[in-house]
């Protein structure tokens, strides 16, 4: 019995593992996901909690704690990642571009985005046009 055991869990270590459940979106569907939505988002890292608006023209409309912040734009890269700017960013040699999340369905109408193999945000309650 302790063999089988061992073995199970010997097995289950060199499994290869995934970061995600399920692979990232293609680009075609995290456009269409996110353009000319509302939705609302937790920041995991703080449990910060936001809504957002993507316009189709590429400004991202973000209200947190009541207040407006203006001047983000966001698009999707080649790679199909979405992708989100701030003028606070542009000192962060990192982010200057943008930050860029792969967006994975997590079902019932939630989406995690994650940047570089962490989960940093649960978006949902998406609806059509600007609702901020």
Known sequence: MKKSIVLACLAITLMPHSTYASEPLPKETVVATFTDKTFDGIYLPKNSRFSAYGDPDGTLLVARNGKREAGRTWFVNAKGQ??????????NPAWKDGR?????????????????????????????????
């Open 100 to 132: 860029c999340f792969d967006v994975i369905d997590a079902g019932d109408g939630k989406y995690h985005q994650f940047e570089n193999g962490e989960h940093v945000h649960t978006l949902s309650n998406f609806r059509n046009g600007n609702q901020l």
């Open 82 to 91: 979405r992708c989100a700017t701030d003028p606070s960013w542009k000192n």
